[in-house]
């Protein structure tokens, strides 16, 4: 999706839609004014995507936390990263539980 002043793009990398292996998601912001909130709205949301044994509610706030720092972090058996800074944010989930 993109609008005028920001891009928001999202991969779902799996078998099937029951056995998701990675998700990559990445904020590009084109606007005027460098502001966060719609980075950490869009990648918290993506965050929180449920499966079996996630922790939606961690998964989101700890994007809050790290929206334009470099950080990884592993919640319930998946690892998330954060990169980037400015106007481009990048967010990976990655799972090895996945069958």
Do not use: M, Q
Not at 15 to 39: K, P, Q, V
Not at 48 to 69: F, I, L, N, Q
Not at 90 to 96: N, P, V, W
């Amino acid at each position: 999706l993109k609008t005028r002043s920001a891009e928001y793009e999202v991969a779902f990398n799996g078998i099937d839609e029951h056995h998701i292996r990675s998700i990559n998601a990445s904020f590009f912001d084109y606007g005027t004014e460098l502001t966060r909130d719609a980075a950490k709205a869009f990648l918290g949301f993506i965050a929180s995507v449920p499966y079996v044994g996630a922790d939606p509610g961690r998964a989101r706030c700890w994007v809050h936390e790290h929206v334009g720092t470099e950080a990884e972090i592993e919640i319930s058996g998946s690892s998330f990263s954060l990169f980037g800074a400015e106007r481009f944010i990048h967010l990976d989930i990655f799972s090895e539980t996945v069958e």
